[in-house]
């Protein structure tokens, strides 16, 4: 009996019709003794070519080498059955992908082999997808293993950690081999550990498919970062989740990034702002200060010619509130840095000295002064009459800080600051003035607003709010700056730094009660300079009330042409902002050409070049009578008239 004979008809019609199945008999010796459609479509021999040949044509040079071919028999035989999938080569020598099964052909009655059963299927199609899809699972995790600036990890169900990346490593500080199998509220502060939000977390990600949040979280070293965070859930192909996948970043630097520019921005705006007031406050106050100048100029030479009492105490009052307006723009101008600094070196003990009169009229008799200075204390560059005012204010605010009294200690030290060492201030050698009070102190709010303009919780009328920021200007325009410490219940020191003067002091100007006309004995002929209408008429009125002869000019150029006409003047007292040309231009032209000419230069603006000519001298405004006589005095003194 043959082996065809084994197979019936109906079968070898249905074998002859597969094409899917390489279907074929081989003889006990591995030679081919049948074929099929699927033998001949997918290995691409004939009938006539292959029939009678070995099998192992079939498989590759490597397995014939193993004699893989023999092997297959024999496992076929012993153990009924032989399975395999490999590389197997077509009649054209390209290779294909094969599941492989042999099964021996038995003899029912003798139980002699009478051959194999192969079948073979192509599977290559699988095998490339098979492999594609490894090769992608196998780069996607080198990627998500390499990723180093996102922490991506795996948690399965209850959020214990299954996988960890490099990222995670750099970011949480934990090694793959520490955190894997532990659960992932480790990465949560305690605070969020007790409230369990991962919980919260990982139920918010089951239920709308994501969670995403910025918080807190904690390295291993137990440092806080800053971490953007994802929380997705992975299902299986039925749609259970059977894990999260998280993705976390570290945003610290960012949003120390963030607030740093938010800061700056801040800061930027506040200092623009006060610029800005700056410029509004010196304008106007500039403004007032010609106003007052002239308000108080005729109020002055009023009261001159007024008898009735009632009428001289309505000028009193007059004059009382023009010289609260002239404090007032002080004040402002102080704050926009626009005064008109007259510095020179201060021996503060000296100053504070010489103000024990002044303050203690200030502030009453139910404060008591105490003063400490070392004898060491080195000369301050300043401008004296304003640190008088500004030790003033000082005392003033501590004063109204201890409403049943108590005592205002002022006390001065020499201090060095070096490179970037106290705030803002340029390194080298400070006097640090303190004014001390045990008052009611200031919380941190009102700390940080007290020198702001018009902040004041003295209520309406009674505060302006510009004592700190003038003083503030002060400190700055000289160079220094204010320090202001305080407690709530405990005091507050406000302290002064001012620039030490290298040369050694010269004795304070002495503040003379000399008044009015009495400095001046002979009568002048003199040429009064001011663009501004108004002060100029009261200049004039003025200087005719000492008993001067004067001439108008309204600009510095009308003033020339008055000179160049008859020069026989004794002095000129001239306003600096003028249009066309300033005062200081209008001292260079007179200088160059009369060159002995005494000058008097006006104002009350912080706008005049640092040097003047020595025979210049100036004179603030708002000014009193008796200080345009002081004025006219000194320049008609100066040595060079010898
Ligand atoms: N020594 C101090 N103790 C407690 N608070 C103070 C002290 N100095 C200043 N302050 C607070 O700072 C605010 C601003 O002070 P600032 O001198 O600028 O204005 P003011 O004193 O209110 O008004 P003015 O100086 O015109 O009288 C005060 O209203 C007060 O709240
Ligand atoms: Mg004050």
Do not use: C
Request: a negative charge; proline letters at 5%; hydrophobic letters at 40%.
């Amino acid at each position: 009996m043959t082996s065809e004979e084994d197979i019936t008809g109906d079968h070898r019609l249905l074998i002859g019709s597969v094409t899917d199945y390489a279907i074929y008999m081989l003889d006990p010796d591995g030679n081919v003794v049948s074929w099929n459609p699927g033998a001949r479509r997918f290995k691409g021999y004939e009938d006539h070519e292959i029939i009678g040949k070995h099998f192992s044509a079939f498989y590759t040079p490597e397995d014939q080498a193993t004699a893989l071919p023999k092997k297959a028999l024999k496992i076929a035989l012993s153990e009924g059955r032989f399975e395999n999938e490999g590389w197997r080569v077509r009649k054209d020598g390209t290779r294909f992908w094969a599941h492989v099964i042999i099964e021996p052909v038995i003899h029912p009655v003798s139980g002699r082999a009478l051959g194999f059963a192969k079948i073979t299927r192509d599977l290559t199609p699988y095998k490339r997808q098979e492999d594609a899809l490894r090769r992608s699972e196998q780069s996607f995790r080198l990627l998500v293993q390499g990723v180093t600036d996102y922490a991506i990890y795996m948690l399965d169900e209850a959020g214990t950690v299954t996988n960890w990346n490099a990222g995670a490593e750099r970011i949480k500080g934990y090694g793959p081999e520490e955190i894997i199998g532990r659960h992932f509220s480790i990465f949560y502060t305690d605070e969020d550990r007790e409230g369990k939000v991962w919980e919260r977390a990982l139920a918010v990600a089951r239920f709308a498919g994501s969670y995403q949040t910025e918080g807190w979280r904690v390295r291993k070293s137990g440092e806080r970062f800053w971490a953007s965070v994802a929380i997705d859930p992975i299902r299986d192909d039925q749609g259970n989740i059977i894990g999260f996948a998280k993705i976390t970043r570290d945003m610290t630097e960012r949003r120390q990034a963030d607030q740093a520019l938010e800061a700056a921005r801040e800061a930027l705006y506040q200092s623009q702002q006060i610029e800005a007031l700056g410029q509004l406050t010196g304008g106007v106050a500039h403004g007032f200060n010609n106003l007052l100048n002239a308000v108080v100029g005729s109020l002055e030479l009023l009261r001159k010619q007024v008898r009735d009492q009632r009428q001289l105490g309505l000028i009193e009052n007059a004059l009382k509130g023009a010289t609260r307006g002239i404090t007032l723009t002080q004040r402002m101008l102080a704050f926009a840095r626009k005064q008109d600094l007259q510095v020179s070196p201060v021996n503060i003990y000296e100053l504070v000295g010489g103000m024990t009169d002044l303050l203690s009229r200030s502030l009453g008799p139910s404060i008591e002064l105490e003063t400490s200075f070392p004898s060491s204390l080195k000369p301050a560059l300043a401008d004296p009459h304003q640190i008088e005012l500004a030790i003033l204010n000082l005392a003033v605010n501590a004063r109204d800080a201890m409403p049943n009294g108590g005592t205002i200690k002022i006390s001065a030290k020499n201090e060095t600051v070096v490179a970037g060492g106290e705030g803002l201030l340029k390194p080298g050698e400070y006097i640090r003035v303190a004014v001390t009070d045990g008052g009611v102190g200031m919380d941190q709010e009102t700390l940080a607003k007290a020198s702001e303009p018009f902040f004041t919780t003295k209520g309406l009328g009674k505060g302006t709010g510009l004592g700190l920021p003038m003083v503030l200007g002060t400190a700055e325009q000289l160079g220094g700056r204010l320090e202001l410490e305080s407690r709530v219940g405990e005091g507050t020191t406000a302290a002064l730094w001012l620039p030490v003067s290298k040369p050694s002091p010269a004795p304070l100007p002495v503040a003379s009660g000399d008044e009015t006309s009495d400095d001046v004995t002979r009568s002048m002929r003199i040429l009064a300079v001011d663009d501004d209408a108004l002060v100029l008429m009261n200049t004039v009125a003025l200087l005719e009330d000492l008993g001067h002869q004067v001439a108008e000019a309204s600009s510095g150029r009308e003033a020339l042409r008055i000179m160049g006409e008859d020069a026989a003047f004794d002095l000129v007292i001239t306003d600096q902002a003028m249009p066309h040309m300033t005062g200081s231009q209008l001292i260079a032209e007179l200088s160059g050409r009369w060159p002995d000419i005494p000058i008097i230069l006006a104002t009350g603006y912080a706008e005049l070049p640092d040097s003047l000519p020595s025979h210049v001298k100036r004179l603030g405004k708002p000014f009193w009578q008796r200080d345009l006589a002081r004025a006219i005095a000194d320049a008609s003194a100066a040595p060079y008239r010898g």
